[in-house]
Every structure is written in C-alpha cells, then in structure tokens.
C-alpha cells in the first residue's frame, strides 16, 4: 500500500480509513476498502487491553449492539464504554479480520490512563470521545469544534445529519474507488484541523501521539501492509511526521489505574442521543435499516412501518405502502436529495398511514427509528463472580433481561416466583435497578407483586461495583445490608432497610439491622421520626408473614415504637406553623394507617380478610383503643393546629368512635363566629381533605355547616382562606366536585332526590329505584367473589357489602 507523507516514511505509509463512528455509509466502505486492499494488520480506535476479547465477536452468541466495558478494579464505579453496533465501522473491521485470519489490534490510548485521567472529573470513555463525527456540546471555557456541523453548515445545510445522509449514507460503493470517500474525507478533515487546531478536544494530541507510536510498530511488524479505521478527525494527526521522541515525551507520566475489560450487552436506544450517549446517533435503527437493506431500503423500510402499525390495530394497507413511498420519493427530489432519507420518510407515513397525527408517529420513532434491540454476548466473557451468578439466576428463573420495558406479575405462593421476588429486592438492595415495584392491576393482597423491568446497559457497571460486598447475590446484598445499618442516619433509614431484608429474605443481615434499629428507636425522641418508622415496620411485618419470616423482635420494636408515639404525639402538636402542621397530619395519617395494620398481621398476610384474623397477634390488643384516645385528646385540645384536630376527627368519625351527630357538633363549634376564618378554614381542610369530599355529598348537615360558615366569612378574610379552600376543594374528583356544586345549587338539607328530580338534575330521583339498585347485585357478587359461595343470599351480600 502506498500513500503520501506517511506515519512510516516519505512514499510508504498505512492505509487510513477515517469513519464515522456508528455511521452505516462508513461501514460499508470500511468493508469495500479491506477487501480491496487485503492488509496483513488491522488496527481499530479503542483500548488496547481489549486485544484479547477481539476473537470472542467470531462467537455465534455474540450479537451487536455490544459494548466494550473498561472499569478501574478498585473503583468499578469508574469505568467506560465503547459501544459498537453492526453498523459500526470498527465492528465490520473486526469481522472482516477475524473472518479473513488478519490480526485485529487496538491503537487508542490504554483504559488504564483513560480512566485515572481527570480522578476529579466524570469517568470518561467512548461516551465522551471527543471524534469529528460524535457532536459534543460545549464544554467549560473552551468550544469545542462540531466537524459534521462545520463541514454541513459549509455545503449549505441547516442539518449536519441531512448533509451526512445525503454525502455518505445515500452514496453506495458500486464500482467507484473503494478508497475515494476516504480520501475526500481526509481532505475535508485536514483543512478543519488547519483552522481549529485541536478544536478544544486537548486530549486528542496525547491520544494520537499513542496511536501513532502503536501504528509504527505495526508497520516495522507487517512491512507497511497495515490498515487503520478510526474517527477522521483523527486521520490527519497520524499522517503528519512527528518525531518519536516528541510522542513520548506527551506520554510521559500519564496517571494510571488498573483495569478489567470485558463485553457487555448494548441497545439501540443507549446508541442514541435521546438515551443519554454523548457520542450517538439520532436513529440507529434507521441506520441499522439502511446497513441490513440490500436493496430498495425505502420500500423496505414503509413495510416494516406498516407491520408495526398492523400490531398496534390500525388499519394500514398494502396501498399505503405504495402512496407512502411514492411521496417520500417525491418530496426527496422537490428538496433537491438523492435518495428519501429520514425526513422524508417520516413526513411520508405522518401523512399517509398516520393521517397526520403524531401520535402513531411516536411509536414508529421509539420502535422503529430509535429501537429496543438489545445485543448479546457469549457466556465466556470475562465477567466479575457476581455478574455469573447473577447470569446463573437469570437463567434458572428464567427471566431473561430485555431491553424492551415489561411488566412481570408474580405470586409469591409459588416458589418459583417468590425466588424472583427475593432476586429483584437484593438487585435493588444492591443499586442494581433492574426492576421497580409497581401497583398490581389485580389483588392487592401481599402474596402477589408486580414489578417492572427494563435491563439498562450501564447495569453491568452497577454489578461491577456491587462486587465488592460479595461473589453471589446473596452474600452480596447480606453485606451490603449490614453496612447500610450501621452507616444509617436517621430511624426512617433503618426501619425502611428491615423491610427491605424482609423483602429480599436476608436472615444473615436482619439480626444487625434489628439490633441497629432497636438501638436507633431507643434513643430517638422524635415523634416524627418515630411516626415516619412505624409505617414501615407494619408493612415488614406483612411481608414477613406472607414469606413465612420470624419477625418476633419486629413485632416488639414496632409495639414499642406505637408506645412512645402515643405518649408523645400530642406534646409534639403544639406551637406549629403551617408547615410543620400539614406535615404532623401527614405523621398522623401514616401512624393511624399501621395501627389499623398491626391487629390484621396475623390472618390478612395469609389471604383472609382484613380484619377478620387474630387479632391479638402481637400481644398489644389495646393498641388500637389508645390510639383512639389519642385522637380524642387531639381533637379536643384548642393548642393543636386547626388541620390536625380536623384530621383526628375525620379518623374518628370513620372508625365509628364518634357519630354523626356529634361530629356535626364539633364541627359547628369550629365554625362558629368566634373562630378566627383561618384557624376555620385549616380545620376544614383536615377535616374533609384527603377524599372528604364523598363525605360532605352524603351528610348534608356537614355540607351544610361548611356552606353557612363560608357565606358568613368577611370580604377581607375570605381573601386570606380562599387559597386554602382551594387546595382543599380541588383534590376532589370531578364528580364530586360536579355532585357539591348541585347540591349547595338547590341548598343543603333539603330533600335532595325531590328538588333534584324537580330541577331535572341527572342521576337523582325522588324515591330509591329498586330495580336499578338490584341490577348491581351480581357485579357485586362478582367483585367480591362470591359467587363460589354456596347458601350466600342477597340480604347476606348487602352486610358483607
């Protein structure tokens, strides 16, 4: 191979194939180039501590997108990717040479000063990579040079992707020079380099000082016959003549960490700028497309839209297919391009097969355009011990990680799913999110979970790091467990950590976190911080019950935290500002919330219902009847914060310990004259927020009251209560809100179903109509599941009811 002043001599030097990285126009004439030049070398951008996994992308279970994953071995947090898709260019070289017998060798600077270079900054890597065609935004005070964008805005383009498509993408190889779009890129970059120098991207003259040293071995080795793909920013660095010397003086003293590299998954949309990957594209599934095509790529392209379209149930027909193509086609000539790009093709199926609207036309961009491909690699992979074990779970589970976001219903009754669960909670104890619990569509009982998972890339790195704390995910999450607890802040720490050992069933770490909660719990005086523990430690001990756990000492901390919060919750409400108000009646919704939990603990973690169990369980069977007396005492007391004694009430009234009437009394006290208007207005808002509203609609003596109060408010204070009223009012549904305003319209207290049915109001009528009430009756019976109850009347469903 010839050139002209090469890295090697005056007449002799490497071939050099300046790329685009991700760019499938560069991959195809990377794969042209190498066929025509047959190298006995081929020397690839990227770490060269990765020269040893380069015969694992031979391997059949090696599917791009991959990534090549570099992280420091005492700081796994630190690491790097370089992401490569089968449209990469230093993909196609790698196959062209493992499929011909070339070596394939690494040239970019070492991982090992990659990633100790700047300790104080963001780990940097590929993602960051400073190359002529990975645009990067600005950067500290320096602006850093957007080749693509330079060269585009110079062709007369707005848009450094049109210009790329239009010049690369849409330009085939045929029976041209294979090496001519190497050249003109060569040209074009070294002109951009003359003006800008480095561009701002500094660290590229200590990377291309390494490649060029790496470039001359190679050709001392294989006599010149040496190919080189990199980005072509770089390409006229390693052409110019540079002293030896000079080279390693810009070496010298680099910081150095050691490193492990191995192949992890990838997916098109962390190939996207979208994802979150500096250096990516804005389609690498359009551009994955136009790679695998191997012909009429438009046609193709309209079909695959309309298959995706057919799934989603709209109705897009063969004729669809032809008109779309037939207008991108045509609007690819009126804005002057060789072939119907991206642009084009899209404008195309918005008007054609989406009938103009952007919604359907998200789902073919986040599908189709964007993708959810995820790559594979092969089981002999280097990999740290708690990434095999973890490969080991997955595959006896059998829940193979997707890159596609899906929801995974689990019944902790079978073993094979209540195994899942108590993986999913030790990744998660872990910092490995791979899944997130959701709401369940179906029974709200604490034997079923649902959980949504969506395996990420940069997961790998989280299980690096999470390697320290152990070699399997059990003893790993055990550990991680007991440093959490011992390194815990605050009560609310800890008490959410035993539910999380509950939840991943760690019994190694649970007598720790118990005795650092025991501990904590003793010495906080804090009746909010008691209040915010005391919630989780019911729910821990529902889901003890549901996995069969001992949560004896559980039980104990939880009945001595609901000691101490009674005695000190109502010293703890007095003298509070409005913030700290609303947050203790938040402290006193969650506390009232676990004691009615902690009496269901022994028969609802079972499937029974709620309240119908032991309700002796803990050996506190009066917990609930001093709660109430602490309710009493809160609503009573003229100290406490008007949100707070609306709040007890509202409690009380619900649990059946104060009635109608004397709720109605309390409230008309309130309400009265005396009462300053916003002490007033704060007492409404904990008495009927939170869904108070469903209240007010059926007690209209209660609507009544809060009607008279408000229209005896004076003009000046109504200002002030208004937007608290607001905030009240506007938590309702809309029904509710709707059924108010008709019922304040024809006045509360009045017979509601007569002057209702008199003013024509929808859905009121002046007596009950039974006929519509039993047409309830079997989907109620359906809803509670009683219809497999044999010997069940109506009168009975109307109790149960």
Known sequence: MTGTEGVGGPGVGPLLLGVRHH?????????????????????????????????????????????LLAHAVDEPGRSAFWPLAEFSPEWVAIRWALEHGVPARFIDLPAAHTLAWGREDKPTGEEQEESP???????????????????????????????????????????????????????????????YGVGGHDRDLVREAYMRLQVRAAQREFEDCVAVVCGAWHVPALRQRAAVAADRALLKGLPKVKAELTWVPWTHRRLSRAGGYGAGIDSPGWYGHLFAAPDRPVERWMTKVAGLLREEDRIVSPAHVIEAVRL??????????????????????????????????????????????????????????????????QRRLRIKPEALERELELDLRKETDAARSRLLHRLR????????????????????????????PELAVRVAEAGVWGTTVLAAANAKAEADAVAAQGLSDVTAL???????????????????????????????????ALPAL????????????????????????????????????????????????????????????LGEVGGAGRGEVPGHGDATALGHGDLRRRWRAVLRTLSARDTVPGV??????RLLLDGGELGPDEAAQLMGLVLSPGTPPADAAAWIEGFVGGGGGLLLVHDERLLALVDAWLAGVSAEAFTDVLPLLRRTFSAYEPGVRRTLGELVRRGPGKQAGAVAAAVGISGFGAEVDAGRADAVVPVLRLMLGLDDMVGNSDNELVGVA
């Open 538 to 597: 019911v729910r821990s001990l529902r889901y003890g019950d549901v996995r069969g756990t001992d949560t004896g000492a559980l039980t104990e901390v939880a009945a001595g935290l609901a000691e101490r919060i009674f005695v000190g919750l109502p010293p703890a409400c007095t003298a509070l500002d409005a913030d700290a108000a609303d947050e203790m009646r938040r402290h006193v919704d969650a506390v009232h919330g676990a004691v009615a939990l």
């Open 429 to 456: 104890l872990l910092g490995v999110e791979w899944g997130e619990p959701v709401a369940s569509r179906g029974s709200t009982g604490t034997f079923r979970e649902t959980w949504r998972l969506r395996w990420e």
């Open 133 to 195: 065609t990975d645009p990067e935004t600005p950067s500290g005070p320096d602006i850093r040079v957007d080749p693509l964008a330079v060269l585009a805005e110079t062709a007369g383009y707005d848009d450094p992707e049109r210009w790329w498509e239009d010049v690369v993408e849409h330009r085939g190889v045929g029976d041209r020079d294979p090496f001519a779009p190497f050249t003109a890129l060569e040209e074009a970059m070294g002109a951009l380099r003359e003006t």
């Open 498 to 532: 035993a539910e999380h050992c509950l939840l991943a069933e760690l019994p190694d770490a649970l007598p720790v976190v118990m005795r650092v909660l025991a501990d904590r719990a003793a010495l906080d005086t804090d009746v909010g911080h008691l209040a915010q």
């Open 328 to 393: 991108a086609e045509t609007l690819a000539v009126m804005r002057g391009r060789p072939l119907p790009g991206l642009g084009e093709t899209t404008d195309a199926v918005r008007a054609v097969m989406c009938e103009g609207s952007d919604v359907p036309l998200s789902l073919v961009r986040d599908r189709l355009v964007v993708g959810d491909v995820l790559g594979e690699v092969p089981p002999g992979a280097p990999a740290v011990p708690l990434q095999r074990d973890l490969d080991r779970q």
């Open 644 to 649: 707070i004694r609306g709040r007890a009430v």
């Open 23 to 67: 760019g499938p126009g560069s991959a195809r004439a990377v794969r042209a180039a190498l066929a025509a030049a047959r190298p006995r070398v081929v020397l690839i951008e990227g770490p060269p501590e990765a020269d040893a996994l380069i015969p694992l992308a031979a391997e059949e279970d090696m599917r791009p997108p991959v990534a």
